[in-house]
T-cell receptor, first 112, second 112 residues
Framework: GEDVEQSLFLSVREGDSSVINCTYT??????LYWYKQEPGAGLQLLTY?????DMKQDQRLTVLLNKKDKHLSLRIADTQTGDSAIYFC????????????FGAGTRLFVKA | KAGVTQTPRYLIKTRGQQVTLSCSPI?????VSWYQQTPGQGLQFLFE???????NKGNFPGRFSGRQFSNSRSEMNVSTLELGDSALYLC???????????FGPGTRLTVL
């Protein structure tokens, strides 16, 4: 199928690490993405990883890719209350036309 | 560079009416895609335009249409509005060289 799957909710305490997991289906995806959406806002591109990489670090964000299992994760170190948002995992497909397939989004709650 | 802009930001219509939404991509981006976001269905791909041509279309009825102008600005039209068309409509643009999309803030459409 076309599904990108992710868990719906995650609750962490401020200062802890958050790990959001995602599984995707298309092994030919060149890039995999994490987007953040705050209430009433559009999608903010957080980070992405090229499919021939295993890991990418960008300040507090670490993306891990297990291409064999089609598993992607986003780790947020030292989670802050401002990180409370919905996080979407996404893959792009460029065969027969370009489109992005999104997961349902993981709502991250950060408790002070 | 200015980001992706969408107008209007909010819109209220009644069933049976039609609506036109506008999107201005990041300067230099020729690809514009549209997505519908609803609580029940999540983020779903509507269509992609590149150099005034529709290159890909999602699984939406013919009431949903779009076009792109020579300056890459795009419009999306929904005719004979239904209650279920209430959603956040997001536009995204990307440069030719990558699959990475940049999203606008969205237009929130409410159909009464």
């Amino acid at each position: 199928g076309e599904d990108v799957e992710q868990s719906l909710f995650l609750s962490v305490r401020e200062g802890d690490s958050s790990v959001i997991n995602c599984t995707y289906t298309d092994s030919s995806s060149t890039y995999l993405y994490w987007y953040k959406q705050e209430p009433g806002a559009g999608l903010q591109l957080l980070t992405y990883i090229f499919s021939n990489m295993d890991m990418k670090q960008d300040q507090r964000l670490t993306v891990l890719l297990n291409k064999k299992d089609k598993h992607l994760s986003l780790r947020i170190a030292d989670t802050q209350t401002g990180d409370s948002a919905i996080y979407f995992c996404a893959e792009t497909r460029n065969t027969g036309g370009f489109k992005t397939i999104f997961g349902a989004g993981t709502r991250l709650f950060v408790k002070a | 560079k200015a980001g992706v802009t969408q107008t209007p930001r909010y819109l209220i219509k009644t069933r049976g009416q039609q609506v036109t939404l506008s999107c201005s991509p990041i300067s230099g981006h020729r690809s514009v895609s549209w997505y519908q976001q609803t609580p029940g269905q999540g983020l779903q791909f509507l269509f992609e335009y590149f150099s005034e041509t529709q290159r890909n279309k999602g699984n939406f009825p013919g009431r949903f249409s779009g076009r792109q102008f020579s300056n890459s600005r795009s419009e999306m039209n929904v005719s004979t509005l239904e209650l279920g068309d209430s959603a956040l409509y997001l536009c995204a643009s990307r440069p030719d060289s990558t699959d990475t999309q940049y999203f606008g803030p969205g237009t929130r459409l409410t159909v009464l």
